[in-house]
């Protein structure tokens, strides 16, 4: 759920939020009050939160932790008086132009859609200088998260998974609506069980057309490494861009890195727009051939030849849920991987970073309607 125009809001897990006691304990070094002291500071940032809250909102929930924080928002944990439920609220400050845009962005598109894997709008409240999204909790943590906890992960086990996103972008397709910032971050569990269905979720940089009828997109926005390559070269683009970025994720989701990938921008760019990428090292050689025709007819760079979500979720890897594929687990080849570019050693610092989430403003590489974040070279250069 994007907070702010510049910046990715990425939910932190709510079941992990709260205080975190690092090194808690004497074996480790750490003072044995620190974690009340957390606490202790956790409580009085609720209670600066709910001083500056409007009273209507205060009047229904119960603020219960800060989530997270954007370039121009805050994201609580609260809970309804009423009915005791959890819910998150995210606070958008729309004093700036930037903030009111992306604010606008995001209410256009969540007060149209209602998914079940698409994170649910439940109600607005609009003050003098901000907005307060009551919004649909996620508990889950994100997809990386669980998936480096589970002991085991299948190609029957990605495919459930790409099953919801596909079935989540085909509704979004079929209203006109591009999410246009699609990335593993923004796939939230719903809730911590085995069976928990996928969310999607950040609508901040997503576009719905306009008065003119014109589907076409023109903005250079999205994550880098997820982003398509005719937005790269600035041509009037459409909701395949979408379908580009679900073959990114696939490919991540099968092995932990990603097919293009590199710390310097100018150099990624280059990459995504020769569309040259390889199935080497592990876990690849136990992929099946009928999970890398899903990522081939994906990572198009033709973006009238690639799949839509339709033609995604009747690919035959999804149809058969992976059936006639191998059963091995490829869990602890994706979860290293994944580790290893989640390193501060790690070459490739923007992305895969397991340790964020999703209601937290830590991604660095994301391009905005507003900043469009060609920071190295022109376009013109990489071509």
């Known amino acids: 759920m994007g907070c702010g125009a510049s910046r990715k809001v990425v939910p932190e897990s709510p079941a992990l939020v709260g205080v975190k006691q690092e090194g808690q304990g004497h074996a480790t070094g750490a003072e044995p009050g620190s974690a009340a002291v957390a606490l202790a500071a956790q409580r009085m940032q609720v209670v600066r939160f709910r001083a500056k809250f409007d009273l209507r909102v205060l009047a229904r929930y119960d ?4 989530i997270g924080k954007g370039s121009f928002s805050k994201v609580v944990r609260v809970e309804q008086k009423a009915t005791k439920k959890p819910f998150a609220i995210k606070v958008m400050e729309t004093r700036m132009r930037e903030g009111r845009e992306a604010c606008e962005s995001e209410l256009s598109v969540l007060r149209r859609v209602s998914h079940c894997y698409i994170v649910q709008l439940i109600e607005v409240f609009e003050a003098q200088d901000c907005i307060y999204m009551v919004l649909e909790l996620a508990t889950g943590g994100e997809l990386f998260d669980r998936l480096i906890a589970q002991r085991s992960f299948t190609e029957q086990d990605a495919v459930r998974i ?52 014109d589907w076409r997109m023109r903005t250079l926005c999205g994550t880098p490494e997820y982003i398509a390559p005719e937005v790269l070269l600035r041509k009037p683009y459409t909701s395949a861009v979408d379908m580009w970025a679900l073959g990114v994720i696939t490919y991540v989701l099968l092995s932990g890195f990603l097919p293009f990938d590199d710390e310097n921008h100018t150099r990624l760019y280059q990459k995504i727009l020769r569309g040259k990428y390889y199935y080497t090292g592990e876990p690849w050689p136990s992929v099946s051939q009928l999970a890398k025709d899903f990522i081939d007819k994906l990572l198009l760079l033709d973006a009238s030849h690639r799949m839509s979500a339709g033609q995604a979720l009747d690919h035959p890897w999804v149809l058969t849920m992976a059936t006639g594929s191998s059963r091995k687990n490829l869990q602890r080849a994706i979860s290293r991987n994944l580790r290893r570019r989640a390193s501060p050693q790690s070459q490739s610092p923007g992305s895969a970073q397991s340790s964020k989430s999703c209601y937290s403003d830590k991604s660095r590489h994301k391009w905005s309607k507003i900043n469009l974040g060609v920071e190295e070279s022109p376009l013109s250069a990489l071509l």
């Open 63 to 66: 603020i219960k932790a800060l």
């Open 162 to 213: 790409l099953q919801m996103v596909a079935d989540g972008i085909r509704y979004l397709h079929t209203l006109r609506i591009t999410h246009r910032d699609l990335k593993p971050e923004n796939l939230l569990y719903y809730h911590p069980g085995a069976e928990s269905k996928i969310l999607i979720t950040d609508f901040g940089l997503a576009n719905s057309g306009n008065k003119s009828g």
